[in-house]
T-cell receptor, first 118, second 112 residues
């Protein structure tokens, strides 16, 4: 998993409660991402980070916030969880696949967090 | 219209069959094309990647890109039960930066 650890692996929470998911990487990658994966929708980008304290929104950012205070940690917070946020959440890093083509990136994903909001 | 379209399947084939998985896309700026394999309850893992049009072969797997038709394919020869997984196509380009566009995935089962 290229040193990517997600925690927790599973979580059940109640509607309206805040939830924080953690992604930890050990290889000093600059770019980190949070995706959610749902049947029929595939992988959708929530937020990404391009450095400490540098983050930006993705396709489905409403209801989510992120923080990156250290290179190795990227946190995803559901401010007030809703049932529509029941999903599998994946963290990823990107790195070039070929040095001669610096825009040719590949993702390495963590093992995912399965979140159920009841 | 989605940027990337992929038939979700499911696809079920006998062991040894040739499998063809496909994606179409609409953004002509895509230059890098990838296939990810995802086993049940695991994260996707990069299987193959190609740059621009043409074919790339790696063992039993061949990735094919036709930019003129905006169509990419992954062929699996001599399919094995261990190939049973969901296959996702992904695309990016210089203008998309680090952002990838994923297909929804095709579920494949290879029956022994």
């Amino acid at each position: 998993d290229a040193g990517i650890t997600q925690s927790p692996r599973h979580k059940v929470t109640e509607t309206g409660t805040p939830v924080t998911l953690r992604c930890h990487q050990t290889e000093n990658h600059r770019y980190m991402y949070w995706y959610r994966q749902d049947p029929g929708h595939g992988l959708r980008l929530i937020h990404y980070s391009y450095g400490v304290k540098d983050t930006d929104k993705g396709e489905v950012s409403d209801g989510y916030s992120v923080s990156r205070s250290k290179t190795e940690d990227f946190l995803l917070t559901l401010e007030s969880a809703t049932s529509s946020q029941t999903s599998v959440y994946f963290c990823a890093i990107s790195e070039p696949l070929e040095m001669r083509r610096p825009f040719n990136y590949g993702y390495t994903f963590g093992s995912g967090t399965r979140l159920t909001v009841v | 219209q989605k940027e990337v379209e992929q038939d979700p399947g499911p696809l079920s084939v006998p062991e040894g069959a040739i499998v063809s998985l496909n994606c179409t896309y609409s953004n002509s700026a895509f230059q890098y094309f990838m296939w990810y394999r995802q086993y049940s309850r695991k994260g996707p893992e990069l299987l193959m990647y190609t740059y621009s049009s043409g074919n790339k072969e790696d063992g039993r797997f061949t990735a094919q890109v036709d930019k003129s038709s905006k169509y990419i394919s992954l062929f699996i020869r001599d399919s094995q039960p261990s190939d049973s997984a969901t296959y996702l196509c992904a695309m990016s380009g210089r203008s998309t930066g680090n952002q990838f566009y994923f297909g929804t995935g095709t579920s494949l089962t290879v029956i022994p």
